[in-house]
C-alpha cells in the first residue's frame, strides 16, 4: 500500500469524512425507547459535564495522523461517502482508521464513549436523536463500535439527504 504525504491528499480525505454528514440537518423519525435501550445509550455516551466539546486537532490533521497508523485507501473514503459503508467490512484497517479519526476530533474519547456535544457542535452528526439513535449499533470491539456508530449516521445523513432532494 502506498501512503500518501499530499496535504491535498489529506484534505479530501476530510472532506470525504465530513461532506454528507453536513448534508443533512432535517428530523430523523423517532423510535420509541425501552428502558434497556436507554441504559445501553447511557453507557456508551460521554459525560457531558468532563467531556471537552471541541476538538484541539483540525480534522485534516486527525486524518493526516490517524492515515499514519491505520493506512486507508482513498476509494475506501469514496465508497463510505457514496453509500455510507465500507466496500469491505471485514478489513479492520479501516473499522480502527474511523476510531482514530474520531477520537482525534473528540467525538469518541479515550474509553469508547461517543462525546455526543462534540459530534454536534461539528456538524458530524445532524441531530442528537441520531446520536442517540446510532447509539444502538456500537457492538463488537473498539474499531468496530466506532465503525458502526459512524456507518450508522452517515447512512441516516445520505437517506436525509436524497429524501430532501426528492421534495
Known amino acids: 500500500m502506498k501512503r500518501h504525504h499530499n496535504g491535498a491528499f489529506e484534505c479530501a480525505l476530510v472532506l470525504v469524512l465530513l461532506a454528507p454528514l453536513a448534508i443533512s440537518n432535517g428530523a430523523v423519525a423517532c423510535n420509541m425507547l425501552n428502558n434497556d435501550a436507554t441504559e445501553q445509550r447511557a453507557g456508551v455516551l460521554a459525560d457531558p459535564t468532563t467531556a471537552q466539546t471541541m476538538p484541539e486537532m483540525a480534522p ?3 486524518v493526516a495522523q490517524c ?3 491505520f493506512i486507508i485507501q482513498p476509494e475506501y473514503l469514496a465508497e ?5 459503508s465500507f466496500p469491505d467490512e ?6 480502527c482508521f474511523i476510531r482514530c479519526y474520531l477520537q482525534a476530533l473528540g467525538i469518541l474519547t479515550e474509553d469508547d464513549k461517543v462525546n455526543k456535544e462534540t459530534a454536534l457542535a461539528l456538524n458530524w452528526a445532524s ?5 442517540d439513535e446510532c447509539l ?6 473498539s474499531c468496530e463500535k466506532a465503525y458502526y456508530f459512524t456507518r450508522c449516521v452517515m447512512t441516516r445523513a445520505l437517506v436525509d439527504g436524497k429524501s430532501k432532494d426528492n421534495k
Open 60 to 62: 485534516q490533521d486527525a
Open 67 to 69: 492515515n499514519r497508523t
Open 80 to 84: 463510505l461517502n457514496e453509500t455510507g
Open 90 to 95: 471485514t478489513d479492520r484497517i479501516p473499522l
Open 127 to 131: 441531530s442528537g436523536e441520531t446520536v
Open 136 to 141: 444502538d449499533e456500537m457492538t463488537g470491539s
